[in-house]
């Protein structure tokens, strides 16, 4: 059943953009989710903000449309939308979210819970202190003669060849999806 939209907003006082998706209900005054374009209802909406639906579908076809389209726009500055973890990899998902934060300042109160939150917490790097280190190990890896000596240069090289072809298939899937999505 086509009960749900693909949209796109267009806002042209700030030139940006913000794409959703929403199952109808009739007599809705849905206008959209994003938190961080102006929050109006549709029928409140600004002059300057103009709205598109681009297609009708099922709830699993276009949230999958969706997930696709956002993979490729969402982090592009000219769009509101921030990728949301169920739609990316978590590594994709996580530098979204720290983009979107980019040049907001936290606050005197914030940084201060950030400071208590990481009290007592060693440091993962502790600053190149081998020693340190050495003595953080978890009890289950001391002594661990099974783990992979990293500084040979056989790994080395295997890891190299492995991380070329991990690039060069990306970049064929990127090619590909690039191709399938012709109408933007």
Same mark, same amino acid.
């Given at each position: 059943?086509?009960?749900?939209?693909?949209?796109?907003?267009?806002?042209?006082?700030?030139?940006?953009?913000?794409?959703?998706?929403?199952?109808?209900?009739?007599?809705?005054?849905?206008?959209?989710?994003?938190?961080?374009?102006?929050?109006?209802?549709?029928?409140? #909406?600004?002059?300057?903000? *103009? +709205? %598109? =639906?681009?297609?009708?579908?099922?709830?699993?076809?276009?949230?999958? &449309?969706? !997930?696709?389209?956002?993979?490729?726009?969402?982090?592009?500055?000219?769009?509101?939308?921030?990728?949301?973890?169920?739609?990316?990899?978590?590594?994709?998902?996580?530098?979204?979210?720290?983009?979107?934060?980019?040049?907001?300042? #936290?606050?005197?109160?914030? *940084? +201060? %819970? =950030?400071?208590?939150?990481?009290?007592?917490?060693?440091?993962?790097? &502790?600053? !190149?202190?081998?020693?340190?280190?050495?003595?953080?190990?978890?009890?289950?890896?001391?002594?661990?003669?099974?783990?992979?000596?990293?500084?040979?240069?056989?790994?080395?090289?295997?890891?190299?060849?492995?991380?070329?072809?991990?690039?060069?298939?990306?970049?064929?899937? %990127?090619?590909?999806?690039?191709?399938?999505?012709?109408?933007?």
């Amino acid at each position: 059943m086509k009960d749900t939209f693909l949209y796109i907003w267009r806002d042209s006082k700030n030139k940006k953009y913000y794409l959703g998706m929403h199952k109808h209900i009739d007599g809705d005054d849905y206008a959209h989710s994003s938190s961080k374009m102006e929050s109006f209802k549709l029928s409140t #909406k600004p002059e300057y903000m *103009k +709205r %598109k =639906i681009l297609f009708w579908d099922s709830y699993e076809k276009i949230r999958k &449309l969706e !997930g696709n389209i956002l993979e490729k726009k969402a982090l592009l500055e000219i769009y509101y939308n921030v990728p949301h973890p169920k739609t990316l990899d978590p590594v994709r998902a996580g530098k979204a979210g720290g983009l979107s934060n980019r040049d907001i300042l #936290k606050s005197v109160e914030h *940084k +201060r %819970k =950030i400071s208590e939150s990481n009290t007592g917490q060693s440091s993962h790097w &502790l600053k !190149g202190d081998s020693e340190k280190k050495r003595e953080n190990l978890s009890k289950t890896m001391t002594g661990n003669t099974n783990s992979k000596n990293h500084n040979t240069e056989e790994y080395s090289n295997k890891q190299s060849e492995a991380m070329k072809k991990a690039w060069e298939r990306k970049r064929n899937k %990127k090619k590909e999806s690039v191709s399938e999505n012709k109408f933007w």
